[in-house]
């Protein structure tokens, strides 16, 4: 040990500040560079690689080459809008997804001038000592100097999964996962000098897609299709009416432009990522897109007990001795918790039982330790007792240490366990879980050749009490309300966690059933009541699989809690793996959302919020894609009807800017609807077939009203420009209505939804009336009686709103 210290210029207490400030100046910080973010300029220079603008751009130089110079124009200060749009799309979108990822800071403990502290793990350097515990990533490359059972999965490494065992001077590598034991280790390498370093480039992963942006993706794709055929005859059939080439080609390509919802994917991101560091401020750091639009579908939420539901601070509170001196000993000696300033720090078990037992007289040396694991729920420590035969304390689940005892000891008497005895203690266990106490047994022995946690000496019962958090039963009450059922899932005993959970409203009038009782189902008997079971009690860490999987089977969409490193699987395999901030790196890795707060309430805060997310996004797709609909439905009747074009080209792309611009934009970040949390989860799917046939029915609405008015203009022998100018203001209207009919039914104010339809608006009567834009644009100032008309027939719009919403009810 002492070479390998000095072999990094260490010590055994670890580096000084002014060492650390020297390496970290000499070696840089411990990090992996990750790819750069697209620089601005490209990305502002990306824009223009898109076909439409690709089109426009040839259409302004055809324009500009037949001397239509005002269209030219026109149509490139569309392109730069277009691009410039797209530009702050894109840039916001990135930068919210980056900021998101700094909100998920890695940490790693250390020791320094002989003091243990917890840092940032950037700031490690060469020589630094590492404490490791298990679940822990490994936080650079290090050298063993200490290992008691340590095993690491270096899978991220090299692929394969078994736990490797390590030793004194092994090395462990950066982001490997401690499965068990604990450990202290040299820093040998850091940030890109470690093997991951060096192998980094090659796994970076870019960010998936999510299911829904791929969907959105893909309807896009389809109405891209679509709009591209119904140009391309568009093009024909006016060719063939003897309108020139260059008009017919500049209206196509507009009308292609306002048919694509080319903005859909961007807000799309936008709204997700917007939602995501709304949810980040109460705490629920969401790690990837895709559990934002999850966790509003979440039918379920199986919750941990100790520090989800409760405050995980354990205080003493009831008893039964039947040694008082040792069980004190025990509580003492068995206990890896220190107290500070009167707070417990470490396993708050521990520290309960040690600010209850601190002041009982006893030093053995600790020569070995059993550490605490949530499938055995018991720890025991071995002592040496003055080169005398060793002493083991043993402390646990009452009915599991219990199970253990041979013997039992009366204040110094020891006695074997008779069906007496035993039975007066199960009454004292049954009592004081009653009471919602956490149950702790102690019992001892003196080390023979046996197995070390057999044959025990029982000596006493202490009950703990951990209150619920102020806020937990509210919560599961809204999740009531909103249809979500809420499980327990506990490691506790049975009765503790029945009290605990009715307490709260989770158990009501379903049933409880213990891991045990749960490994006899066969899983067709566990299915038909899987939906029954309200608490789950004694569970080992691997039933979780199991409950999440059953649950999963039957269709809903499972959040899970979990924090160990035994929790992982469950976590990757629930809907919504949700670890604890104060909980192991690999549950951390392993889950969609971290709550730092650790708190249960925090997750219902998160359903809200992705419900609402997934809301604003229905709407704006709604609204997007019913005016591209409505837009080619309108072109294609038309032409159909052997009329002329409603549109001209510039119209077209001002068309565009309304529809993808600021009006879906602002839907995006509409308030939550009031009965948010009041009514039963949406499974998924925002384009369901239903939705699809409302888009359409709203698209014809608009089509059929306005080539009604066009129609009725030119039938009256009004001039071609202003039969244009009201169809063209028509369509507008629609829009800026159709926008209005997404609004939410919210507390908040829709201030921003009224204000971008004010401002399209005001937008569209400088583009009439205002005699300049009046010669680009091609309209004419229309009559009192025309606006009259132009809002009667665009209030349709609204009318069948209401009638949709009605016979779906
Ligand atoms: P939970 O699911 O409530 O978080 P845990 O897995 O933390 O439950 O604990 C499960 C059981 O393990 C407890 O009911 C207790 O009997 C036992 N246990 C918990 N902490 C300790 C400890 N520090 N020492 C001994 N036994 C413990
Ligand atoms: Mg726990």
């Not at 700031?123 to 290090?142: F, H, Q, R, Y």
């Not at 901030?581 to 919020?609: C, P, Q």
């Not at 052997?642 to 068309?655: E, G």
């Amino acid at each position: 040990m002492e070479n390998v210290l000095s072999q990094f210029d260490s010590s055994k207490e670890g580096l000084s500040k002014n060492e650390v400030l020297e390496r970290q100046k000499e070696y840089g910080l411990n990090k992996i560079e990750e790819k750069k973010p697209t620089p601005l300029i490209k990305l502002f220079l990306i824009q223009f690689v898109d076909i439409l603008i690709g089109l426009l751009i040839v259409a302004a130089i055809a324009a500009y080459a037949i001397g239509d110079v005002i269209d030219a124009g026109v149509i490139m200060l569309a392109v730069l809008l277009n691009v410039i749009m797209g530009f702050i799309q894109e840039y916001r979108s990135q930068k919210a997804v980056e900021s998101l990822k700094n909100l998920i800071v890695k940490t790693a403990v250390v020791k320094r001038e002989n003091k243990i502290e917890q840092i940032n793990s950037e700031e490690l350097t060469i020589g630094d000592l590492v404490i490791l515990e298990e679940g822990d990533k490994v936080p650079a490359d290090l050298i063993l100097i200490e290992a008691n059972n340590l095993t690491c999965d270096e899978s991220s490494l090299t692929g394969e999964s078994e736990a490797v065992k390590k030793d004194i001077e092994d090395e462990v590598y950066m982001d490997c996962n401690i499965l068990s034991g604990n450990g202290i280790g040299v820093v040998k390498a850091i940030g890109m000098k470690t093997h991951v370093g060096e192998i980094a480039e090659v796994v970076q992963e870019d960010d998936e897609d999510t299911p829904l942006k791929a969907k959105v993706g893909r309807l896009g794709k389809t109405l891209s299709l679509i709009a591209i055929i119904v140009c391309i005859a568009i093009f024909i059939l006016e060719l063939l009416k003897g309108i020139p080439l260059v008009e017919t080609f500049m209206t196509a390509v507009s009308l292609a432009v306002a048919a694509i919802p080319e903005g859909l994917p961007a807000v799309l991101t936008l709204t997700l990522a917007l939602g995501m560091s709304e949810m980040a401020k109460s705490q629920a750091i969401v790690k990837r897109l895709l559990s934002v639009e999850t966790l509003g579908s979440c039918t379920i939420i199986c919750s941990d007990k100790t520090g989800t539901l409760t405050e995980n601070r354990m205080t003493v509170v009831e008893s039964y001795f039947t040694n008082e001196d040792r069980t004190l000993e025990i509580g003492k000696l068995c206990n890896n918790a220190t107290i500070s300033n009167g707070e417990a720090i470490g396993d708050q078990t521990d520290g309960g039982i040690l600010k209850f037992c601190q002041n009982h007289k006893s030093d053995l040396r600790r020569i070995d330790e059993i550490p605490l694991d949530s499938n055995r729920k018991m720890m025991t420590t071995v002592h040496s007792l003055n080169g005398e035969k060793n002493i083991i304390f043993t402390k646990g689940a009452p009915e599991i240490i219990l199970d253990k005892c041979k013997y039992i000891d009366y204040d110094g008497t020891i006695k074997i366990i008779d069906a007496e005895s035993k039975e007066i203690i199960i009454k004292k266990i049954d009592e004081m879980s009653g009471h919602a106490l956490r149950v702790i047994g102690f019992a001892y022995k003196f080390e023979d050749d046996h197995d070390t946690e057999e044959n025990l000496t029982f000596t006493g019962l202490l009950g703990l009490a951990d209150p619920p958090k102020k806020d937990a039963k509210k919560a599961v009450d809204d999740c009531l309300q909103a249809g979500i059922k809420v499980k327990m899932i506990t490691g506790d005993h049975e009765k503790t966690a029945c009290s605990i959970a009715r307490n709260l409203g989770i158990l009501t009038t379903g049933r409880t059933i213990t891991g045990d009782q749960l490994e006899e189902l066969t899983t067709e008997e566990y299915l038909a009541i899987a939906d029954d079971i309200q608490v789950y009690a004694r569970v080992k860490p691997k039933q979780k699989m199991r409950i999440v999987e059953a649950l999963k089977s039957s269709g809903n969409i499972v959040a899970m809690t979990g924090d160990g490193v035994n929790d992982a699987p469950a976590l990757k395999k629930a809907s919504i793996g949700v670890a604890m901030g104060d909980g192991t790196d690999v549950a951390k890795e392993s889950a969609d959302m971290i709550l730092e707060n650790n708190d249960f309430a925090t997750i219902v805060k998160a359903v809200k919020e992705g419900r609402k997310i997934y809301d604003n996004i229905k709407r704006f797709v709604k609204f997007q894609v019913s005016t591209n609909v409505g837009a080619i439905l309108t072109i294609i009747g038309t032409s159909l009807l052997n009329l002329p074009l409603p549109f001209n080209p510039v119209q077209l792309l001002w068309l565009n800017i309304v529809m993808d611009g600021p009006p879906a934009q602002t839907l995006g970040i509409e308030g939550a609807e009031k009965d948010l949390m009041h009514r039963p989860p949406e499974t998924g799917d925002i384009l369901t077939r239903k939705t699809l046939i409302e888009i359409l029915i709203s698209g014809l609405v608009m089509a059929i009203g306005t080539i009604a008015v066009f129609a009725y203009q030119l039938s009256i022998k009004s001039s071609e420009s202003k039969a244009m100018t009201i169809a063209f203001t028509l369509f507008v209207m629609y829009q800026l209505f159709n926008a209005y009919n997404r609004k939410a039914d919210s507390d908040k104010p829709s201030t921003y939804l009224y204000l971008a339809i004010i401002l399209s608006f005001l937008l569209q009567l400088l583009i009439i009336y205002l005699p300049q834009l009046q010669i680009i644009f091609r309209t004419t100032s229309i009559s009192l009686i025309d606006w009259v008309v132009i809002i009667i027939v665009a209030f349709t719009i609204i009318i069948a709103e209401k009638i949709m919403k009605r016979v779906i009810k």
